[in-house]
């Protein structure tokens, strides 16, 4: 069966509900190794990244209760 974006947000959600922060290396280890290469890319700067429609689906999901730290390049529950 065909993994979904909504399924990686859903994943990310969870697991932040539960450790209280995810590290962005981290996050796209996993996903490129559970979900699949095609939830991430790299962008213009160079970095590893998830894409756009996992992203899309984790904001719509959190709802704003989850912050991006830009200095420890992590997500945390707000």
């Known amino acids: 069966m065909e993994v979904t974006a909504q399924e990686v947000a859903e994943w990310m959600v969870q697991e932040i509900k539960f450790t209280g922060t995810l590290r962005q290396e981290e996050a796209i280890e996993y996903v490129k190794t559970h979900f699949g290469e095609q939830f991430v ?38």
């Not at 756009?52 to 830009?70: N, P, Q, S, T, Y």
């Open 41 to 78: 890319f790299v962008n213009d700067n160079g970095n590893a990244s998830l894409s756009k429609e996992v992203k899309k689906a984790f904001r719509k999901l959190h709802g704003g209760r989850i912050a991006w730290d830009r200095d420890g390049f992590l997500w945390a529950w707000t």
